[in-house]
């Protein structure tokens, strides 16, 4: 898969530094032929035989915990899920500590979400072993975003010359981050939006990305419009007046749906939060891509484990 790409392969998917266009794009090709796998009546390939996978979440997950735990599967890894709620963190033991006794049970790569931002990059450290961000507080979820690119690359063929708008709740998500990396580096614009307490200015220095507070200028000329949920957990407070006024600006509707390209199509990470960032028509409509996503987040999940841990020393 990788014979012909020329830049070193990254040891770590903790976020897109040192992923190549050329490496994203194989990544993404690769995932066309797991998706292949996932449809035939024997879902199951040996790649990963012999290979212990953990996943290591430290914070609540639904999709992506599932999916991590299914493309292992499919490739035949064993897996070990760790649950920090039912572990020793709750009696006090360290990530360091966590790490090294699974590390000891001779795991060989990691699936980690943690409400802290780096938290990943320390069980790299800690463990010596390859590491799959699945999430770290609001700094980064690249699988998502591969799954989200690789969504809409399915929908249009390519993601060169696309513009993808992000709608929502952009300061407390690493939905939005990701993104921000990941589609600019693969020939997509990329319009983040939402009122001025949500959208960090921070994030207009990004090539490739541009900031507005406007829902209908974000989405003017947009291929995929994508809306964010409201991040309440990570909130503290005086980001918004009200629900009820953010929904009237800021949701992904079909009133806003129509400002759009014609073609356009609505994506959600999920979880959602129904007639708040996005009516129930929207996601439910001809134009939503979410159960796309998800099932798409399988095979992406797969490609990225694939591209990690087959044909290492
Ligand atoms: N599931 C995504 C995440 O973990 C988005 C969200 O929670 O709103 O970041």
């Given at each position: 898969?990788?014979?012909?790409?020329t830049?070193?392969?990254?040891?770590?998917?903790?976020?897109?530094?040192?992923?190549?266009?050329?490496?994203?794009?194989?990544?993404?090709?690769n995932?066309?032929?797991?998706?292949?796998?996932?449809?035939?009546?024997?879902?199951?390939?040996?790649?990963?035989?012999?290979?212990?996978?953990?996943?290591?979440?430290?914070?609540?997950?639904?999709?992506?915990?599932?999916?991590?735990?299914?493309?292992a599967?499919?490739?035949?890894?064993?897996?070990?899920?760790?649950?920090?709620?039912?572990?020793?963190?709750?009696?006090?033991e360290?990530l360091?500590?966590?790490?090294?006794?699974?590390t000891?049970?001779?795991?060989?790569?990691?699936?980690?979400?943690?409400?802290?931002?780096?938290?990943?990059?320390?069980?790299?450290?800690?463990?010596?072993?390859?590491?799959?961000?699945?999430?770290?507080?609001?700094?980064?979820?690249p699988?998502?975003?591969l799954?989200?690119?690789?969504?809409?690359?399915?929908e249009?063929?390519?993601?060169?010359?696309?513009?993808?708008?992000?709608?929502?709740?952009?300061?407390?998500?690493?939905?939005?981050?990701?993104?921000?990396?990941?589609?600019?580096?693969?020939?997509?614009?990329?319009?983040?939006?939402?009122?001025?307490?949500?959208?960090?200015?921070?994030?207009?220095?990004?090539?490739?990305?541009?900031?507005t507070?406007?829902?209908?200028?974000?989405?003017?000329?947009?291929?995929?419009?994508?809306a964010?949920?409201?991040?309440?957990?990570?909130?503290?407070?005086?980001?918004?007046a009200?629900?009820?006024?953010?929904?009237?600006?800021?949701?992904?509707?079909?009133?806003?749906?129509?400002?759009?390209?014609?073609?356009?199509?609505?994506?959600?990470?999920?979880?959602?939060?129904?007639?708040?960032?996005?009516?129930?028509?929207?996601?439910?409509?001809?134009?939503?891509?979410?159960?796309?996503?998800?099932?798409?987040?399988?095979?992406v999940?797969?490609s990225?484990?694939?591209?990690?841990l087959?044909?290492?020393?």
């Amino acid at each position: 898969m990788t014979a012909s790409i020329t830049s070193a392969r990254p040891r770590h998917l903790l976020d897109f530094q040192g992923w190549s266009r050329e490496r994203l794009t194989a990544l993404l090709d690769n995932a066309d032929t797991m998706n292949q796998v996932l449809d035939r009546p024997v879902r199951k390939v040996p790649a990963l035989q012999g290979l212990t996978v953990c996943t290591a979440f430290f914070e609540n997950s639904t999709r992506t915990r599932v999916s991590f735990e299914l493309a292992a599967r499919r490739m035949s890894a064993d897996v070990v899920s760790f649950a920090a709620g039912a572990s020793s963190l709750s009696k006090g033991e360290s990530l360091r500590d966590t790490v090294e006794v699974l590390t000891a049970y001779k795991v060989d790569a990691y699936v980690v979400r943690h409400h802290a931002a780096g938290a990943a990059h320390l069980v790299a450290r800690y463990s010596g072993k390859p590491v799959v961000n699945a999430g770290d507080g609001r700094r980064a979820h690249p699988t998502q975003a591969l799954l989200d690119a690789y969504t809409v690359r399915q929908e249009f063929g390519t993601l060169e010359g696309l513009t993808v708008a992000i709608v929502g709740d952009v300061r407390h998500s690493r939905v939005a981050r990701s993104n921000a990396e990941l589609l600019p580096k693969l020939g997509a614009r990329v319009v983040l939006c939402g009122p001025a307490t949500l959208l960090p200015e921070g994030l207009a220095h990004l090539p490739g990305v541009t900031l507005t507070t406007d829902p209908r200028e974000a989405v003017r000329g947009a291929h995929a419009v994508m809306a964010l949920r409201l991040q309440q957990e990570r909130m503290d407070a005086g980001y918004l007046a009200s629900l009820q006024e953010y929904a009237d600006t800021y949701q992904v509707n079909e009133s806003l749906m129509r400002e759009a390209e014609s073609g356009a199509i609505a994506l959600h990470p999920g979880p959602m939060n129904r007639d708040v960032e996005i009516s129930s028509d929207v996601a439910d409509g001809p134009r939503s891509r979410i159960v796309r996503q998800v099932e798409n987040g399988q095979a992406v999940r797969m490609s990225v484990l694939y591209h990690l841990l087959v044909g290492r020393e």
